[in-house]
């Protein structure tokens, strides 16, 4: 076997394993309460108490760029979505274990509901918006 393959397996190998240890911690993040104390204040108000979701995103993100135009849009018919910057709110993002963007959290009753990653489309989130 080539090294050149071994070195190409190894690195298809640990690609798999990371995907898989996102995908397992942001499973076990539903159903958390959410941790206030983590959460810089000009956020509390917005999410305590209430239903929505959290949208993560970054300047440099390809996939953002699809996803912010659909988030703004709900913006107008939801009150509780919030769009966080995570260049700029690193603390946010950390203490609701987003790990890559873009990112929605779903939050209702101080607890997440649910943890998606990449791009969803706008019926997707709707339908998700009303089930909480």
């Given at each position: ?6 070195v ?10 990371f995907?898989?240890?996102?995908y397992?911690k942001s499973k076990?993040?539903v159903?958390?309460?959410?941790p206030f104390?983590k959460i ?8 305590k108490?209430?239903k929505?979701?959290?949208?993560f995103?970054?300047?440099t993100?390809h996939?953002?760029k ?5 988030v ?6 939801f ?7 995570v ?8 203490a ?8 929605i959290v ?5 607890e ?5 990653v990449g791009?969803?489309?706008e019926?997707f989130?709707i339908?998700?918006?009303n089930?909480?």
């Amino acid at each position: 076997m080539s090294p050149f393959l071994i070195v190409l397996v190894v690195l298809l190998g640990l690609f798999v394993f990371f995907q898989i240890g996102f995908y397992i911690k942001s499973k076990k993040t539903v159903g958390q309460q959410i941790p206030f104390d983590k959460i810089e204040s000009e956020f509390l108000d917005k999410i305590k108490d209430k239903k929505g979701f959290v949208y993560f995103h970054s300047p440099t993100c390809h996939n953002c760029k699809n996803q912010t135009p659909i988030v703004e849009k709900l913006k107008e018919k939801f009150s509780s979505i919030i769009s966080v910057d995570v260049s700029k709110n690193l603390q946010t993002a950390r203490a609701l274990n987003v790990m890559g963007t873009p990112s929605i959290v779903f939050f209702g009753g101080n607890e997440i509901k649910g943890y998606y990653v990449g791009v969803k489309d706008e019926n997707f989130l709707i339908e998700k918006m009303n089930n909480l």
